[in-house]
């Protein structure tokens, strides 16, 4: 196992009158070549329990195994097996401002790769090579990273944790802010580096990236893990999606408004079109478009 | 009504608007989208003075936004940052949200019926006394919609406001903004990267580079679907969808938002 979490909880401010709890006894574990969506309403823990994975917050009870280390709730961490961590298990944060901090953009995609060790020249070999799989264009390289539109800082956050080429990788929420080219770029290059063999973990609210990439799915609902599977088991399960604050990918909202709940949901548009035309008979008949056709088959 | 016109600015290193006219009208919802990097934040700082143009005339209700009256101007207009943490003033929730209110001396009665209303109505219940530094980042920007809803400008511009809402949370936002428009009192400008939240907007504008690439009607717009795909922008769900249906004679004709598309299927 390459991911493991054990008996997980975390409280924010121990001990103090701030004290908040907001993870409760987690279990879940991922191995290579997988790609993980962990999805669940506002405030569910999906940040704190990432946070947890590459040793940014230590867990109040609890274990958590990754690459580089073993972490344990009261245990002392060493320095070095943090660092070590870090290097394997990537983290892109849910507010890229936070992640950034070198003067220039190119020093900041450099900064993973040359803390690792490597050489200035093979640092900067992987960070070009990481800004260009973005799509940052070498004109704003030598910019400030502060000094870039929210997207802009978006793709120079995730091309630093690209760079660094760790084991895992851990994404919250990449791709907010990014237009739709950039959207399906980055998506490209996940499915690529999750072929090559690297665990993926991506924390979305976008349903139809789950829909569409996800091989399995972590539902959080209040600090506890509420579900887990596939896409089509988690999204069959209506009841639990919609205590989670979540929503059916909208293929699959769009076909239970029209047609009801019925067989296995689409969840792309490509499978929404093959399941409507397999409708076709009850919609159209004699080239005429008859009204009321499928509501009636469905109310049957 | 909002007038840009012949609007030059540019960051130290290059232009980002070089003679750029728009006209945003009194009461209309207006979604703006764009590539990354294509303008639409700078533009929105513009418009509430936060950067200053090197050339052309900004009008707000017929005042031309000055470095006099520039006060008077950021009065009128509501806007919730695309990163909240650079929104937060006040050291609660609650504080944050009245800070706006105080700005524009709205009496402590009234303030302290607003700031409970608009803490309910987002959600927030049990979090006033917490920093807002100190929330999920969906808890932070339901945080700063509250305090841009809570001042009822006659302008509001939100700046990718609902990005990191769970799919609830936004389909209830979206509700508001609705809601807000209906009266078509108050002008909202409403920028975002999500196709499906842009379809309720009374018109629909396409930044591309600093330039106006597209402007109308969402339907009028997305009728030019080679033009938005050639620029690397995507179609709505029901726009792609109905395009395949249609073209294979399952369904009568194009449909703009989902609701049209079950109707027609229905048909
Ligand atoms: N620094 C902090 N101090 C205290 N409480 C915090 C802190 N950060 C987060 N919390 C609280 O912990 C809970 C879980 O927050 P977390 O950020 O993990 O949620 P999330 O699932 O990532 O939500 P979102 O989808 O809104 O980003 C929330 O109730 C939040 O208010
Ligand atoms: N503070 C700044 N200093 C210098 N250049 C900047 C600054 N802020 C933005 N820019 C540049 O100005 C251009 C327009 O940026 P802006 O933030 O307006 O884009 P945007 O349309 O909001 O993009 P996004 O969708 O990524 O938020 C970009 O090329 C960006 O790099
Ligand atoms: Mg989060
Ligand atoms: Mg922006």
Known sequence: MDVKCEHVSYTYHLKTPMEQRVLHDINFSLSQRSFTCIIGHTGSGKSTLMEHLNGLLLPTVGKVTVPGGTILAGVKTSVKTIKKIRQQVGLVFQFPEHQLFETTVLGDIMFGPKNAGKSQAEAEAAARMAAKIVGIDEALFEKSPFDLSGGQMRRVAIAGVLAMDPEVLILDEPTVGLDPKGRKALLKVLVALQKEGKALLVVTHDMDLVATHAHHVLVMCQGKKLLEGTPAYVFSQHELIAQAGLYLPTAAAVYTQAFGRDGALPLTVADFIKEVKAKRPLIKEEGKFQKGKVQEACLK | ?267
């Open chain 2, 1 to 267: 009504m909002i007038e840009i016109k012949n609007l030059t600015f540019g960051y130290e290193d290059k232009l980002v608007f070089d003679g750029f006219d728009l006209t945003f009208q009194k009461g209309d919802f207006v979604a703006l989208i764009g590539h990354n990097g294509s303008g639409k934040s700078t533009l929105s700082k513009l418009l509430v003075g936060l950067e200053v143009a090197q050339g052309g005339e900004i009008w707000i209700d017929g005042i031309q936004l000055t470095a006099e009256n520039v006060d008077v101007i950021r009065k009128k207009v509501g806007i919730v940052f695309q990163n909240p943490d650079n929104q937060f003033v006040g050291a609660t929730v609650a504080d944050d949200i009245a800070f706006g209110l105080e700005n524009r001396q709205v009496p402590r009665a009234e303030m302290v019926v607003l700031v409970d209303k608009y803490i309910k109505q987002m959600g927030l219940a049990g979090c006033e006394e917490r920093s807002p530094h100190h929330l999920s980042g969906g808890q932070k920007q339901r945080t700063a919609i509250a305090g841009a809803l809570a001042v009822g400008a006659d302008f509001l511009i939100l700046d990718e406001a609902t990005s990191m809402l769970d799919p609830t949370g936004r389909r209830e936002m979206m509700q508001h903004i609705r809601q807000l428009a209906t009266d078509k009192q108050r002008t909202i400008i409403m920028i975002t990267h999500h196709l499906d939240e842009v379809v309720d907007a009374d018109r629909l504008v396409v930044l591309h580079a600093g330039k106006v690439l597209k402007s109308g009607t969402p339907r009028a717009v997305f009728e030019q679907s080679d033009a938005l795909e050639a620029v690397g922008l995507e179609l709505p769900f029901a726009v792609q969808a109905s395009k395949q249906l249609y073209e294979q004679s399952i369904i009568p004709h194009l449909c703009l938002t989902n609701e049209e598309l079950i109707q027609a299927l229905w048909m």
